[in-house]
């Protein structure tokens, strides 16, 4: 009894509740246009859409093609070879493998697909190893061997595969933003490193 009572008066209390006049009208006015400009967003959003993804496109396909020019071009290619050796040179990046042999860096680091070793070229020069760490030039993997002279300055020595983006490295000194890296072969290797100042 209590509860078709208490239900009773909930049912008279809402229904004398309503709207004043006309404000049904008007909110539903509101989500119509609400609706609509959502519609009108929605149709602007695609051509936007269409327009960034055909930039992307765009883009990519002018990096890929300007960097095949630039492996057919010996000077743009040993350019770029240089640059990203200083670009890695200035990182500073630690090493990753601390070895006084290049032996036992040949075993830590598998990943290169190519043999480790030290370049003739350095024979004579009376460098410490300091240890290595991976990084790329020209998008596949090489070594970064670092040295540390009898100045007590750190020296990094780069070498990767001649791979057929390398085909066309020249060897010799390349200047770059005013620094100076020398770049030569030894048998399929590539080698880089910049000059000290």
């Known amino acids: 009894m ?23 009208e008007r909110l539903l006015a509101q989500a119509e246009r609400a609706a609509s400009g959502h519609a009108r967003t929605r149709a602007l959003r695609m051509p936007l859409l269409a327009a960034a ?30 640059a990203e050796i200083l670009d890695h040179d200035r990182g500073g990046k630690p090493v990753q493998f601390a070895e006084s042999s290049v032996d036992a860096l040949r075993r830590d680091m598998p990943r290169l697909d190519f043999r480790l070793t030290a370049p003739r070229r350095l024979e004579n020069e009376r460098l410490s190893l300091v240890g290595a760490r991976y990084c790329t030039i020209r998008g596949g993997v090489a070594a970064q061997i670092r040295f540390r002279d009898d100045a007590g300055r750190i020296r990094n020595l780069y070498l990767c595969p001649a791979r057929s983006r390398l085909r066309n490295v020249a060897e010799g000194e390349v200047e770059v933003d005013g620094a100076r890296v020398v770049i030569w072969r030894e048998g399929d290797l590539v080698f880089g490193m910049a000059r000290s100042t």
Do not use: C, K, W
């Not at 209590?2 to 049904?24: F, K, T, W």
């Not at 883009?59 to 040993?78: C, H, I, K, Q, Y």
């Open 53 to 82: 993804a055909g930039l992307v496109v765009a883009v990519s396909v002018g990096r890929f093609v300007a960097m095949r020019l630039t492996d057919r071009d010996p000077a743009r290619v040993t350019r770029a070879v240089a």
């Open 2 to 24: 209590i509860e078709n009572d208490l239900r009773r008066a909930l049912v008279q209390h809402y229904e004398s509740e309503s709207l004043p006049d006309g404000s049904l």
